[in-house]
Nanobody, 125 residues
Framework: QVHMVESGGGLVQAGGSLRLSCQVSGLVPRYYAMAWFRQARGTEREFVAGISILGERTSYSDSAKGRFTISRDNGKSTVDLQMNSLKPEDTGVYLC??????????????????WGQGTQITVSS
């Protein structure tokens, strides 16, 4: 059984930083592209960042580009998201997702087979 557990969320002021981590179990990480999505209240899941199976390629939404960095450690089965220069519009539940067996991430949430429960981030102005 696959488990994906996010951590690192919280309340932060605009301009601040947070680092999210996703601990994965029950699957072999090197066979899965990974991604982070954001879901604000009343909206659909929105792609934030993705990383290929060995971490050699990353992709970001326009809003995340230049501020967020996704990384992974297949040995530890973790995927992290470093978030800098946070803005109020970054507020939402951040979910970790796994897409396999595919080499690269996709911006479409329908392409992912496994999801975590999410961690809440609130950015105050």
């Amino acid at each position: 059984q696959v488990h994906m557990v996010e951590s690192g969320g919280g309340l932060v002021q605009a301009g601040g930083s947070l680092r999210l981590s996703c601990q994965v179990s029950g699957l072999v990480p090197r066979y899965y592209a990974m991604a982070w999505f954001r879901q604000a209240r009343g909206t659909e899941r929105e792609f934030v960042a993705g990383i290929s199976i060995l971490g050699e390629r990353t992709s970001y939404s326009d809003s995340a580009k230049g501020r967020f960095t996704i990384s992974r450690d297949n040995g530890k089965s973790t995927v992290d998201l470093q978030m800098n220069s946070l803005k109020p519009e970054d507020t939402g539940v951040y979910l970790c997702a796994a897409r396999g067996p595919y080499r690269d991430p996709s911006p479409s949430s329908d392409e992912y087979q496994h999801w975590g429960q999410g961690t809440q981030i609130t950015v105050s102005s």
